[in-house]
């Protein structure tokens, strides 16, 4: 089973919101990933958890919070967003980080 | 010059055709290539990993070239259900960095 899922599938924020997007996975990863996707273009990396610890952060703006509370869950935290982050927002895993990645569906979301 | 390019695209292609993508990266110490398909407003799905001694899976077939610094990814016998657009994902393990290609959009026509 190669399931990542995540939670809203879609969500519509105000500027001044604070929400939070969710990733679970069960196959046993240890490096979890949050990428952003805007439309026709590829997954662009934002933060890599290996070992339930932060190994990369891309120079994404501190409006986006990651938390890893344990090996399987990943969150990303959203404070004060702006109408160009709106995105699909896409979760991945890896056996460890050098392997191959599996993808969730993501959180398509809005800023208003 | 971008770090990994592929094939601008969009490939039409009829069924049953062979296509074939190229990607090219620019850092010579990526260790690490993937090839991914990904439908409309859906997350891309791992197609296959590209090993140094190349790999088939079923209809298609992956090939790395080191000295050259691209992989290619080769579809026999198109079926519509092809109909995607295709990432090539490289890894470079010095700089633990992973970047995907912008992506060949594929249409596999009746």
């Known amino acids: 089973d190669t399931e990542v899922t995540q939670t809203p599938k879609h969500l519509v924020m105000g500027m001044t919101n604070k929400k939070s997007l969710k990733c679970e996975q069960h196959m046993g990863h240890r490096a979890m990933y949050w990428y952003k996707q805007k439309a026709k273009k590829p997954p662009e990396l934002m933060f890599v958890?290996?070992?339930?610890?932060?190994?990369i952060n891309e120079s994404v703006p501190s409006r986006f919070s990651p938390e890893c509370p344990n090996s399987s869950l990943l969150n990303l935290h959203l404070h004060a967003l702006q109408p160009e982050d709106s995105a699909l927002y896409l979760c991945?895993?890896?056996?460890?980080?050098?392997?191959?990645?599996?993808f969730g569906p993501g959180t398509r979301l809005t800023v208003t | 010059r971008k770090e990994v390019e592929q094939d601008p695209g969009p490939f039409n292609v009829p069924e049953g055709a062979t296509v074939a993508f190229n990607c090219t990266y620019s850092?010579?110490?990526?260790?690490?290539f993937f090839w991914y398909r990904q439908d409309c407003r859906k997350e891309p799905k791992l197609l296959m990993s590209?090993?140094?001694s190349g790999n088939e899976d079923g209809r298609f077939t992956a090939q790395l070239n080191r000295a050259s610094q691209y992989i290619s990814l080769l579809i026999r016998d198109s079926k519509l259900s092809d109909s995607a657009t295709y990432l090539c994902a490289v890894k470079d393990n010095y700089g633990q960095n992973f970047v995907f290609g912008p992506g060949t959009r594929l249409s596999v026509l009746p």
């Open positions: 991945a895993s890896s056996q460890v980080q050098d392997y191959e990645q599996y």
């Open positions: 850092n010579s110490a990526s260790q690490s």
């Open positions: 590209v090993y140094s």
């Open positions: 958890y290996s070992y339930e610890k932060l190994s």
